[in-house]
C-alpha cells in the first residue's frame, strides 16, 4: 500500500491525496510536518511535503508524483491521450505552480507568521504573480475544464495552487487576484464540488 508523508494543512499534501481518491487507489496517511532530519531527508530531500513510500521506494514533490500514479494507474486519465493536448494541461499546471503560487510564497512567511517583508519584496512578487495571471489566462481554456473539455492534472493545480495565492495576494498587496478572471472563479467553484476534491476539503477540516 502506498504511504503518503506529510500534513493535511499543506496544499501539495491535499493535492495528491485528491489524486489518489481520484484514481481509487488505497493508502496511508501518515502525519510527517517538515523536516531536517536524516529519516526525513531520505522520503524528501529538501525536507518538504509531501512524499509517498511505495514498498520501500520514496518520492518526493507532487509532479512526479502524479506521474508515478499516472503511470501504475491509467484510468482515470489526468492527462489526454493526445500529445499536445497532454503536454498544453502539463505546461498550464507549471505555470500555476512556478509563476503564480510559488512567486506568491516569497511572501508566506509575512502572509501567515508575522515575518517582515521589505516594500522592495512585495512590490517585485506582486509583478511577478500578476505577470503570472496572465499568463495562466493566456493557456487556460476552461471548456468547462482548465485544459479542455476534460478533467486534468491542470484543475488539480488550478484548484490547491489558486487558493494558496489568492490568499497571500489578498493579505499582502489588498488585492483579490481572481477578481479579473471570472472564469477561474467558475473553475474552482466547480472543482470544489468535484467528490474526490470535496472529500479531502472534508477531512482536512477534521484535522
Same mark, same amino acid.
Given at each position: 500500500?502506498?504511504?503518503?508523508?506529510?500534513?493535511?494543512?499543506?496544499?501539495?499534501?491535499s493535492?495528491?491525496?485528491?489524486?489518489?481518491?481520484?484514481?481509487?487507489?488505497?493508502?496511508?496517511?501518515?502525519?510527517?510536518?517538515?523536516?531536517?532530519?536524516?529519516?526525513? =531527508?531520505?522520503?524528501?530531500?529538501? $525536507?518538504?511535503?509531501? *512524499?509517498?513510500?511505495?514498498?520501500?521506494?520514496?518520492? !518526493? &514533490?507532487? #509532479?512526479?508524483?502524479?506521474?508515478?500514479?499516472?503511470?501504475?494507474?491509467?484510468?482515470?486519465?489526468l492527462?489526454?491521450?493526445?500529445?499536445?493536448?497532454?503536454?498544453?494541461?502539463?505546461?498550464?499546471?507549471?505555470?500555476?505552480?512556478?509563476?503564480?503560487?510559488?512567486?506568491?510564497?516569497?511572501? =508566506?512567511?509575512?502572509?501567515?507568521? $508575522?515575518?517582515?517583508? *521589505?516594500?522592495?519584496?512585495?512590490?517585485?512578487?506582486? !509583478? &511577478?504573480? #500578476?505577470?503570472?495571471?496572465?499568463?495562466?489566462?493566456?493557456?487556460m481554456?476552461?471548456?468547462?475544464?482548465?485544459?479542455?473539455?476534460?478533467?486534468?492534472?491542470?484543475?488539480?493545480?488550478?484548484?490547491?495552487?489558486?487558493?494558496?495565492?489568492?490568499?497571500?495576494?489578498k493579505?499582502?498587496?489588498? =488585492?483579490?487576484?481572481?477578481?479579473?478572471?471570472p472564469?477561474? *472563479?467558475?473553475?474552482?467553484?466547480?472543482?470544489?464540488?468535484?467528490?474526490s476534491?470535496?472529500?479531502?476539503?472534508?477531512?482536512?477540516?477534521?484535522?
Amino acid at each position: 500500500m502506498i504511504k503518503l508523508y506529510g500534513l493535511r494543512m499543506s496544499n501539495y499534501y491535499s493535492l495528491t491525496k485528491a489524486v489518489l481518491i481520484e484514481k481509487g487507489l488505497e493508502f496511508e496517511e501518515i502525519k510527517a510536518p517538515p523536516s531536517q532530519k536524516d529519516d526525513y =531527508l531520505e522520503r524528501s530531500p529538501m $525536507g518538504k511535503m509531501p *512524499s509517498i513510500d511505495v514498498d520501500g521506494v520514496y518520492i !518526493s &514533490e507532487s #509532479l512526479a508524483i502524479i506521474n508515478y500514479l499516472e503511470q501504475i494507474q491509467p484510468e482515470p486519465a489526468l492527462l489526454p491521450a493526445d500529445p499536445i493536448k497532454s503536454a498544453k494541461a502539463v505546461e498550464l499546471a507549471l505555470h500555476i505552480k512556478l509563476d503564480v503560487e510559488l512567486a506568491a510564497r516569497r511572501l =508566506l512567511p509575512a502572509a501567515l507568521f $508575522g515575518a517582515t517583508a *521589505s516594500d522592495e519584496l512585495i512590490e517585485t512578487t506582486r !509583478s &511577478e504573480v #500578476l505577470r503570472g495571471m496572465k499568463a495562466v489566462s493566456q493557456l487556460m481554456v476552461c471548456g468547462p475544464y482548465a485544459a479542455g473539455d476534460s478533467f486534468t492534472l491542470a484543475d488539480m493545480y488550478t484548484f490547491y495552487s489558486m487558493g494558496a495565492a489568492s490568499s497571500i495576494s489578498k493579505k499582502m498587496f489588498d =488585492l483579490e487576484l481572481l477578481e479579473d478572471y471570472p472564469q477561474i *472563479s467558475d473553475l474552482l467553484a466547480m472543482l470544489a464540488e468535484r467528490p474526490s476534491i470535496a472529500q479531502v476539503t472534508a477531512e482536512a477540516a477534521k484535522k
